[in-house]
């Protein structure tokens, strides 16, 4: 596990204002430079967003997470997009996990803004950095809100929770 960064209450309320204002719901900051070997990214993410289950492919892509805020649920897939676990992280419990390589997964956001700390391996190309999963719908879509709402169900989340 890589050390976390120790944010700033300045550097809370600016990602939160930047992942509030985003049309995705989320805003990640980076923290690593062009070409580095290994990614560094403080996320925020607000409760409604979605983020479209994806894989990582490549054996070296082992994505680590640290929730610093908040509360998420981590949910894994099949490969016909059946979940297969829920794994859920919080400040007040469990904050780490690592995703590996080649697995279906997506976040699901049980508190208003979570914040994350993440890192992955690999040289950053968005060619080939991550695989959408072709049963999920596309982000920004009626079919997303719908999907982001039994997601929450099964996450054990209140998928009409007001942010």
């Not at 994350?116 to 049963?135: C, H, S, V």
């Not at 999907?147 to 099964?154: C, F, G, T």
């Amino acid at each position: 596990m890589h050390t976390p960064p120790r944010l700033q209450e300045s550097e809370i309320r600016m990602v939160t204002e930047k992942a509030i204002q985003s049309s995705r719901r989320r805003h990640a900051e980076i923290l690593h430079r062009p070409g580095d070997e290994l990614n560094r990214v403080i996320n925020c993410i607000c409760y409604r967003s979605y983020m479209r289950p994806h894989l990582h492919p490549g054996p070296e892509k082992i994505e680590e997470i640290t929730v610093l805020q908040g509360t998420l649920s981590l949910l894994f897939f099949g490969d016909l997009g059946q979940v297969l676990e829920s794994k859920t992280l919080s400040v007040e419990g469990e904050r780490f996990i690592r995703v590996p390589a080649f697995a279906w997964h997506t976040y699901v956001i049980g508190s208003k803004i979570c914040i994350t700390y993440e890192t992955m391996k690999g040289r950053y190309d968005p060619l080939t950095w991550k695989q959408m999963a072709p049963w999920a719908p596309e982000e920004n879509t009626e079919e997303s809100d719908k999907y982001l709402a039994s997601l929450k169900k099964v996450a054990g989340f209140n998928p009409t929770k007001e942010s």
